[in-house]
C-alpha cells in the first residue's frame, strides 16, 4: 500500500529539517526520510570517545544558525534547545604567548588589540560600526534565494551610508590583503584570516575577505554559540517542532530512488522497498552528485545536467581529532579570556600556505587548524575539570603528495589517519605542553569515516561542494542555476549543494521550501495545471 504526501523530504539534517518545518508551517503534509538512526546529518553529537564525554560529531559552533532569520524564527527554545556562550569567541595563541583573541564585546576586542598595536582598537571599533549598519541586511541577501531582490535594494539604499563602492571592494578584497591594509599588528589579520579559513577559499583569493568579514562580525555581535549538551540538541529540537506539527520523520529509511513520470517527481522508493507518493514535491537534502544521476537516475535527466555535472566540484576533506581531556588545555601562557574556538597557525602566511597547498593537491607539513573546547562553551560536557576537544584541519580529496616528515598517501586508512593525528596534536603540543599527558581517550574521523557516517560528506567535504566563486551563486551547483530549482518539476534542491552553500544557517532547505510552495500556487492559478 502507498502513503501519499504533500511533500517527501529526503535527508534529516539541518537543511531538510528547516524545509520541512517550513512546508508544515504552511499547512502541508510531510513525511522525512533518514538513512541514519537518528536525525541531524552533521549536527551530531555522541559519547563514543569516553561514556563521561560529549563530542560533537562533525559540526560544533554555530554563529550562522544564531544570525539566521529562519532557524531563529522557529522559536526553537520551546522544544529544548539552550543555547551556551565561552567566556571569549574565539582566540588564536602564537608560539611567543600572544594571543588574538575576539570578545563577543567589542571594546574588550578593541583594547585587547590596542595594547598589541596602538590604533587598530580604533579601526576595528570602525569596522563594526560599519557592520553594524549593513550586516543583517547583508546576511539576509546572502541567505536568500539569487539574485536577491528585496534584501540587495535594501542593501544599495545604505550602500552610500558604509562606503559606497569602497566598501564593496573591501568585500571581494582578498582576506590576506584587507588585514594587511585596515590594521598594523598581527591579531585582527589573525582573527579574519582564521574565519575566512573555515572555508575552502585561498586567503590570497577573491571571496576570502567576505567570509572572514562575515564570520569574524557575527562572533562579535551573536558570538559563536553552541547547543547545550551537544550539537545534537539543534537538530533535536528541529525534529521535535516537526513531529509536534504532525510531520513523520522515519529513520533507517534510506532512499534508493526518486521516481519521475511526465518529467515530475511523483515518488521516493527506500532500499527496503516502501514506496511514497508526493503530490506537490520532493525537496532533496542531499548532495549535487548524489541528486542527480544517483537518486534521479541518468535516463530521467537531461543531457545537458549531467553534462554539467561533471564539472561539479567538491571541497577539500577532512581529518577531524576529538580528545577527552583529564584536564583543562595546559596553555603556554593563558588566554585572556577563555575562548571556545581557537585556531592553530604560527602566522596569517602560513595559515594562507596551508589552505593553498590543499587546493594543490598537497598535504602541508604544518596544518592549519580549527579547534573547540566543548566543556569551556558547555559545562555539561564533561565532568567538572576536563575538557572535551576538538580539532580539524582540510586535506585534499586526492593526494598528490605529502610535505610532511611523516608522509600519508590519502589512503585515510587506520593508521594514516592516527599518523596524521599525531601530527595535528604535536601541533597543539607546541602551544600548550603537556597536552598529550591530559589524554584521556582519542578519536580520529578520516575523510572516509566521515562520509560513511554522514554520505552528504563526500570525501570528507563539509561544504556540499567548494565554495570558491566559480561554484557560488549563478554557478551553484552548475552554471546556470543558482536557485532550489531542479530540472525535473516538482524536485528541489535543498541542501549545502545550491545557493548559498554550507554552513547551519538553513537557508538552502528554506529556500527549496519556499519554492514548492510558490510553484504550488502557480499551479494552482493556472487552468489545467
Known sequence: MTTTYDAVVVGAGPNG??????????????????????????????????????????????????????????????????????????????????????HRDRDVTASLMDAQHPGDGDAWLELCATWDRIGDTLIAALLTPFPPVRPGISALTKLRSVGGLQFVKDLLTPVADFGRLRFGGAAPRLLLAGNAGHADIPLGSPGSGLMGILLTMLGQTVGYPVPEGGAGMLTQAMASRVRSLGGEIRCNAEVARIEVAGGRAVGVRTTDGERYAVRHAVVADVTAPQLYGGLVPAEDLPARTLRAMGSFEMDPGTV????????????????????????????VEEAADALHHVNARTIPPQPFMLAGQMTTSDPTRSPAGTESLWAYTHVPQQVDRDLGDDPVTGRWDSDECERFADRMQARIERLAPGFGSRVVARRVLGPREMEARNANLIGGGLNGGTSQLHQQLVFRPVPGWGRTESPIAGLYLGSASAHPGGGVHGACGMNAARAAVAHRRVRRLVPGR
Request: no cysteine; glycine share 8%.
Open 320 to 347: 577531524k581529532v576529538d580528545w577527552a581531556l583529564d584536564g583543562p588545555v595546559p596553555w603556554q601562557v593563558e588566554p585572556p579570556y577563555a575562548p571556545g574556538t581557537f585556531h592553530v597557525a604560527d602566522s
Open 17 to 102: 529539517l528547516v524545509a520541512a518545518n517550513h512546508l508544515l508551517d504552511r499547512g502541508w503534509s510531510v513525511l522525512v526520510l533518514e538513512a541514519q538512526p537518528d536525525v541531524g546529518g552533521a549536527v551530531r553529537s555522541d559519547r563514543e570517545v569516553h561514556p563521561d564525554y560529549v563530542h560533537d560529531t562533525f559540526s560544533a559552533f554555530y554563529p550562522l544558525a544564531a544570525g539566521s532569520p529562519t532557524i531563529q524564527s522557529f522559536r526553537l527554545e520551546e522544544h529544548g534547545l539552550r543555547w551556551r556562550h565561552a567566556p571569549g569567541v574565539l582566540g588564536h595563541p602564537l608560539p611567543d604567548g600572544q594571543w588574538a583573541m575576539l
